[in-house]
């Protein structure tokens, strides 16, 4: 745990010279060091890195996006419903779009891995997704997770938003943040 103690999250911009990374995943490093930046400039991800002064350890991307029930396959139209009765209990808010943070990407590098950076940084996102109610509501943190690592959603307490994605190389999921953003309030 001792490696994780001195490092810094830091928000990528073109100034910053990027640390050396390796999450074992080509396409996630590739986008750390080939497009964080161009994305940072066009306004489509914001990147943060978990650095110490030689080696990146972690990052993620996020970007704000709406969950849509049309981008959902659902066995059926009950499946629907049933599927909005468990997000909202009361029908006339049942709605064709809800608003959300997507986790564009999200890697640890090989050596700082099952450490719990991991949830370190989920507690960071929901902070930020919790905080950012204030001010513009968001209701979901979504991803669109690899297969090897839904396993380390389902410990975040994320869920499938249907069987159909079962086999497929990545699964959609998410987190309805309202609970952790009710229990807030009656803490404050
Ligand atoms: C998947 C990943 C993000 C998890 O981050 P991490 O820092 O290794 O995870 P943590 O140490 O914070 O683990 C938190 C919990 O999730 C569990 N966990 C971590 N990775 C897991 C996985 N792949 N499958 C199942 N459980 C996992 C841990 O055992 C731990 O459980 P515990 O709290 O009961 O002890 C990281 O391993 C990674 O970047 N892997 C390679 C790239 C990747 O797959 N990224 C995800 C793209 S969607």
Redesign the pocket.
């Known amino acids: 745990m001792n490696k994780l103690m001195n490092i810094r999250k830091t928000k990528i911009k073109n100034s910053i010279i990027i640390k050396p990374f390796d999450?074992?995943?080509d396409d996630?490093n590739e986008f750390l060091f080939d497009k964080s930046k161009d994305y940072q400039q066009e306004l489509l991800a914001t990147t943060f890195v978990f650095e110490d002064d030689t080696k990146t350890y972690a990052y993620y991307s996020i970007f704000n996006d709406s969950f849509r029930i049309e981008d959902i396959t659902f066995s059926s139209k009950n499946a629907v419903k049933q599927f909005l009765r468990h997000l909202l209990p009361h029908p006339k808010r049942h709605l064709k779009h809800y608003p959300a943070i997507k986790i564009g990407?999200?890697?640890?590098s090989k050596q700082?891995?099952?450490?719990?950076?991991?949830?370190?940084i989920m507690d960071t996102i929901i902070d930020y997704a919790t905080n950012q109610n204030e001010q513009c509501a968001c209701k979901f943190i979504l991803?669109d997770?690899?297969k090897?690592?839904v396993?380390?959603y389902e410990?975040m307490q994320f869920e499938y938003f249907s069987d159909n994605d079962l086999n497929d190389e990545t699964r959609q999921m998410y987190l309805d943040i309202t609970p952790i953003v009710n229990a807030r309030k009656n803490v404050s």
């Open positions: 999450c074992g995943d996630l990407r999200l890697a640890i700082a891995q099952q450490l719990g950076l991991g949830r370190r991803v997770a690899y090897n690592a396993g380390f410990k």
